[in-house]
Nanobody, 126 residues
Framework: EVQLVESGGGLVQAGGSLILACTVS????????MCWFRQAPGKEREGVSC????????FYVDSVKGRFTISRDNPYHHLYLQMNSLKPEDTATYFC???????????????????WGKGILVTISS
């Protein structure tokens, strides 16, 4: 059974930082591009960032560039999202997702993911 389990969410003040983690099991982690998505209350889910299967390529949406950093630890099947300079508009449920592939690109993010986590809530207070 494939499982993607997010952790590290919570309540943070604006300007603060948070690290999200995703622990993956049941699939060959090295074969998958990994991504973070988020869904704010009342809004559609949107892609945030992706990382290639070897960690050598990354993609970020404009709204998080320079503030968020995606990384992965292949031997331990972990995905991370370091979030700095957080804003109230970053408040959302964050999901990790996996898609079989090589490189992190915008097309990869928008093409539909193979597996999803259940999500974790991140709340940024102003």
């Amino acid at each position: 059974e494939v499982q993607l389990v997010e952790s590290g969410g919570g309540l943070v003040q604006a300007g603060g930082s948070l690290i999200l983690a995703c622990t993956v099991s049941g699939l060959s982690f090295d074969d998958y591009v990994m991504c973070w998505f988020r869904q704010a209350p009342g809004k559609e889910r949107e892609g945030v960032s992706c990382i290639g299967r070897g960690g050598g390529t990354t993609f970020y949406v404009d709204s998080v560039k320079g503030r968020f950093t995606i990384s992965r630890d292949n031997p331990y099947h972990h995905l991370y999202l370091q979030m700095n300079s957080l804003k109230p508009e970053d408040t959302a449920t964050y999901f990790c997702a996996a898609k079989k592939g090589v490189f992190a690109t915008e097309n990869m993010m928008r093409s539909g993911m193979d597996y999803w986590g259940k999500g974790i809530l991140v709340t940024i207070s102003s």
